[in-house]
């Protein structure tokens, strides 16, 4: 199992991977791949940086999505993380994280920024967080819709 640059041919299987979590939006899902094409369209721009994790047989099995915050020095977005719902609670996720972290390391980055919806459906992303040393640091009500807060994380690194 590896977690490699991101390319063009991971943009089908991403796809399938963000639908099969039956997480994200529609509109959110056209985001995401709005990103990966971008960042294959775009090798110059630095705004959004994509790793891929496959598997032995070389199987796309997820990916994260991150880049430097906007006018701030050594903040870090991480705009997607997800993983082939069939492969949760292997690891992987965690490894994703664990690899764009480093990244962020390397660049300079002090702190991660991670957005999610208070909604139930969002209840495993949020543990996830959780589980990976990120602290609610606020909520801001009614957000996305009345009663769907935006719930913001962080890590110090």
């Keep these: 199992m590896a977690i490699r640059p991101f390319v063009k ?11 099969a979590t039956d997480v994200f939006k529609e509109e959110e899902i056209v985001v995401a791949v709005e990103l990966m094409e971008i960042v294959v369209g775009e090798p110059d721009q630095q705004d959004y940086v994509m790793a891929t994790y496959v598997d032995e047989a070389n199987i796309v099995r997820g990916y994260y999505c991150i880049g430097p915050t906007p006018m701030t020095r050594s ?14 609670r292997k690891g992987i ?27 139930p459906k969002y209840e495993k992303t949020r543990a ?9 640091a606020s909520r801001i009500r009614d957000y996305y819709s009345p009663g769907d807060d935006l719930v913001v994380y962080t890590k110090h690194l």
Excluded: C, K
């Design 9 to 19: 041919e991971d943009i089908q299987p991403l796809h399938q991977i963000l639908h």
């Design 75 to 88: 903040t870090f977005d991480l705009y997607w993380i997800a993983v082939d719902p069939a492969m949760h």
């Design 93 to 119: 996720g965690r490894e994703l994280n664990r690899h764009s972290e480093e990244y962020i390391i390397g660049r300079g980055g002090t702190l991660i920024v991670a957005e999610t919806s208070s909604q």
């Design 128 to 136: 996830f967080y959780l589980r990976n040393n990120y602290i609610e």
